[in-house]
């Protein structure tokens, strides 16, 4: 952007007078920036699903004579709805977070249950290409926060994994408490992610390889609503790969007996 905005201001100094110029690209103009951009994404990748919608409709109907190419066209269809309900929720959830209108409540959540629920959402999807979900001991570690929006992002990063998985592979989760940190970390032996991208996986619409991404029904928004979600809890989320032997994903909490203050509930907002 190599536009500038420029405020002028006079002010009086001793016996003169100044001319001040300052750049008021404030943080406010940065996210107004970013929504558009968020605005201008968000229509792209809408047209892909309902530029099928549209076709695949008119084949329907010029196919209503033929039962099998009407019932290929009516699961292409199903699909691709399907896939433009999971792109408008995240949509939804992402800007939700962004907008930091979720506010983690400051209810006790146990980290053993998110991880549990998050591998529940996902064994159908392993077990259909014969991934096993090894999880190891439990933690015991507690941390304040929204516990649907926390097995959110864990579910995530698992489905990540097994999405980008070979068959027959081995996706590790794993939970631990140390120094007030819990760290819930999720291993596979997928392709991995090259260096560059990796520091970029956590943009929205952000993808390495776009043809694998949509073959696996992703929408482009799964990392950066993990991430939203970890920072609204005052945590973090890095990656790590090797490309070619599988990639890393952590999430690091603060422990709930750590959190000197809890983080503010809605009612405490308002
Ligand atoms: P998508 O819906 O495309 O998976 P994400 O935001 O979840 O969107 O991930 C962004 C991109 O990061 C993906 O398109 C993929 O290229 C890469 N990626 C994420 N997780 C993994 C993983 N476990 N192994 C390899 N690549 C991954």
């Known amino acids: 952007d190599a536009t500038i905005q420029l405020s002028v201001r006079v002010a009086r100094l001793g016996s003169r007078y100044i001319l001040l110029l300052a750049d008021d690209r404030t943080e406010a103009v940065r996210l107004e920036q970013m929504r558009r951009d968020f605005v201008a994404n968000i229509s792209h ?13 008119e084949a329907l109907e010029s196919a209503a004579d033929d039962p099998d190419q009407v019932r290929h066209f009516s699961a292409r269809l199903t699909s691709e709805a399907a896939r433009l309900a ?6 939804i959830d992402l800007s939700r977070l962004q907008a930091a209108e979720i506010v983690p409540h400051a209810e006790r959540v146990s980290i053993d249950h998110v991880v549990a ?20 001991r439990h933690s015991h570690a507690v941390v304040f926060g929204d516990e649907s929006l926390l097995t959110t992002a864990v579910h995530n ?8 998985s070979p068959d027959k592979s081995r996706v590790g989760i794993g939970t631990r408490l140390h120094d007030g940190v819990v760290e819930i970390t999720v291993t596979d ?19 390495v390889d776009q043809a694998r991404s949509r073959a696996t029904g992703g929408t482009g928004l799964g990392l950066a609503i993990v991430k939203h979600a970890v920072q609204n809890h005052g945590g973090e989320v890095r990656a790590w790969s090797k490309p070619g032997s599988g990639s890393t ?17 809605p009612a405490a907002v308002a």
């Open 45 to 57: 990748e809408l047209k892909t699903p309902i530029g099928a919608i549209t076709v695949l409709a």
């Open 86 to 91: 999971r792109l408008t929720q995240d949509i």
């Open 117 to 136: 629920s998050a591998v529940d959402e996902n064994r159908v999807l392993a077990e259909s290409r014969n991934i096993e979900l090894a999880t190891g």
């Open 157 to 164: 990063l698992i489905s990540n994994a097994v999405r980008y």
């Open 189 to 207: 032996q997928g392709p991995g992610i090259p260096a560059d991208d990796l520091e970029r996986v956590f943009e929205r619409f952000y993808r």
């Open 249 to 265: 994903f952590t999430i690091r909490l603060p422990e709930a007996e750590h959190i000197t203050t809890p983080p503010l509930t």
